[in-house]
């Protein structure tokens, strides 16, 4: 996961933030021993994408915006107050509604989880990035080939 | 105006795999040799893999294809009239830097597809011709591998032991087998051992977002620190907006523009064009003059077309157990070419590789693996992600394509890159015997897949991100009427104007082409030292 740093510009309002908590935890819900994505800083690491670029902006502040109206026509209710079910069912009417912003939620909310420390430990990995240590693997046993050694030559010669 | 330079012997555009094979074989003839390439040096040391948030560069400065990344060093392609995304990556090392490193050669049928069988053409030279060539450029890129391959002729040893199989290979060696079909250790041009000064593979899996190891070859690390040691002289950040020509219509130099967006010119006594199957006809199309109206060297009106690439089916089979799929190369290196030669009794003609893919890491897994399709949001999406992470095999059916005219590069009216050349556009269908032959193989390594033990099969019919072998689009042949360049790489109307690159290959075989392009670049730089004499003058 990126570091967070000072500089990070802001993006989400608070109220978009207690939205998009509930949206996560419904994207990636919890499950045994992994937390919901939610409850792990995805949002922060979707902030740092989303703010340095104009299209994302205006993608997530239109898909929030039809999420808020979905949730009220259909249940007369804020999504967040909404349980999980419904919730779901206004997922995936703006999935459909809105399938730009709905793509790029998935794309950075996945990345997000899947690079946090926490589930990496969780999945049984080693919690490092691949290098400087790499990993070992059992040298290549050359008697495996001594069946495909006998075929007759495999090539045309022209 | 621009600012002028003194006149080279030779002007090489395009720092990448053929720029680098023939600037190092020219210069150690000792004739003086500049390259000019638009990308820059990158620091091995800087490459994301040492990075916790490693994966998440392939979705930015390390994503494969060059609109993606967007980077002020690449160019945009308008790839929305063709099913398959070009790739390609603009540095010092060109593709190489993130290639993954597969080497095989092509097979001497492919050079002889008319004679043997009725289809294309036959290539102007055989495989025992460029055979001293291949093992040439396998002693300069270091190839691990092992002799012995019933799909080859004899080949010479191999610097470096395969690649290791791991639980994920072993597992797939055993589907194999117990089909009886052909499988071997790919050649890989990457070092089990060390070799050259570089270091061993130490198994961390992300060949293609650059290897700190140095044991992936990438020609920054190979070709470029010898030649530039023999006198080569390689400028970066000099992007060549067009070629120039003299009154008798030979090739005088180039324009190109400095990191400042300046215009330079330099003049050379031979140019050589080496900017992969997409950037050179992009250059020769926008080299245009009142001599050559449509582009230069385009008097056969061949350049840009014939576009291959090789169309990737993906067939990924769902195992029970962990496969440790994230540890070593992640292309793995076994290669099966049991579906290789024609046998008309399948429905098509030619043929097609099996290459065996390793797993994918977290994030790449969630977002769809390697057949792109994603695991779902919601109730559903623990179970989903746990069956398919680190337990799935991905077998790459790699086929053949053949030469089509409407297949082709042109340039897009309104798109340019950032220094406002224009830059191309591809336009590309899949034929109907490259389809028979996908869906021929995806049923194939279904079969081998479910033998290795797979109890799910997913399978994507056609990759879109796939463009990775760009080729065809100033293909070499005999004449004007059937091709832009001879047998050594040279233009049939302007004399002293080479193409080195995956452009001038005459059909693309079922195997990734770079070990074959560079060992034309070699046989095509020993005949210019040897008529260097005559070409210099």
Known sequence: ?158 | MAERHERVDVLVIGAGASGAALTWRLSQAGIHVMCLEQGGWIDPQTYPSVRDEWELHRQGDFNPDPNMRGLSVDYPVNNTESPIAPLMYNAVGGSTIHWSAHFPRFRPSDFRLRTLDGVADDWPMTYAELEPFFDLNDRMMGVAGVTGDPAYPPKSPRQTPPIPLGTLGDTMVRGFEKLGWHWWPSDSAILTRPYDGRHACNNCGPCDIGCVQRAKASTDITYWPKALAQGAVLKTQARVREITVRKDGLADGVLYYDADGRIQEQKAQVVVVACNGIGTPRLLLNSRSSLFPDGLANGSGLVGRNLMFHPYAMVTGVFDESLEGYKGPNGCSIISQEFYETDLSRGFVRGYSFQVVRGTGPVSTALGGIVRQRVPWGAMHRQVFDMRFDKTITIAVIGEDLPEPHNQVVLDPHLTDSDGIPAPKVIYTLSDNSRKMMEHGMARAAEALQAAGAYEIQANPLLRPAGWHLMGTARMGTHLRNSVVDAHGRCHDVKNLFIIDGSILVTGGAVNPTSTIQALALYIAEYMQQNARHLLA
């Not at chain 1, 419904?26 to 992994?34: C, L, S, T």
């Not at chain 1, 079910?85 to 912003?101: H, I, N």
């Open chain 1, 1 to 158: 996961m990126v570091e967070t740093s000072a500089t990070t510009p802001t993006f989400f309002t608070s109220a978009q933030r207690q939205v998009m908590d509930h949206v996560l935890n419904r994207i990636i819900p919890a499950n045994g021993a992994f937390p919901g994505a939610g409850s792990l800083p995805v949002l922060d690491y979707i902030e740092r994408v989303v703010a340095p670029s104009a299209p994302l902006k205006r993608l997530f502040t239109q898909g929030l915006q039809h999420l808020a109206v979905v949730s009220q026509r259909q249940y007369g209710q804020a999504f967040s107050d909404l349980a999980a079910e419904p919730q779901d069912t206004v997922l995936r009417a703006v999935e459909t509604d809105r399938p730009g912003f709905f793509h790029a939620l998935i794309t950075h909310t996945y990345s997000g989880y899947y690079s946090h420390p926490t589930v990496l430990a969780l999945l049984g990995m080693e919690v490092r990035p691949p290098q400087p240590r790499g990993y070992t693997l059992a040298p290549f046993d050359l008697s495996l080939l001594d069946h495909v050694k006998q075929r007759q030559p495999l090539y045309r010669s022209p």
